[in-house]
């Protein structure tokens, strides 16, 4: 019982910071949002989330998929072809109107087959 408390705790701490930030955060934005200051700010800032975005996204893709470094030997591992499999699933997902139920049907195929085959 106290492990669970103890975890609590410590989730807590880890969430409770930001959370409240974030809450002091949108209520002065909503208060100032008129601003040409502020929107001069939130204008600014566009470019900048998107480059961290596109950066956190390029280092995990860089991780996934090429953990050793770019090489040739990479494209010769099936899990490279899994983990382009996944990413493409995800694409599919994003960017086409494909219902949710599909996508999870077709991973259950794979996975299974997968499971099978013993990759």
Sequence with gaps: LLSVFGSFCATMGVVLPSFVIILIVAKCYDKFKESRIVKGCMTGLK????GLIANAVLGVLMTVFFPAGISLAVFTNVSFYIYAA????????????VHPII?????AVAGIAVGYFGF
């Design 103 to 107: 996508i999870v049907c077709l991973s």
């Design 47 to 50: 470019p900048a989330v998107v």
């Design 86 to 97: 996944i990413f493409g699933i995800m694409l599919l997902l994003a960017f086409k109107k």
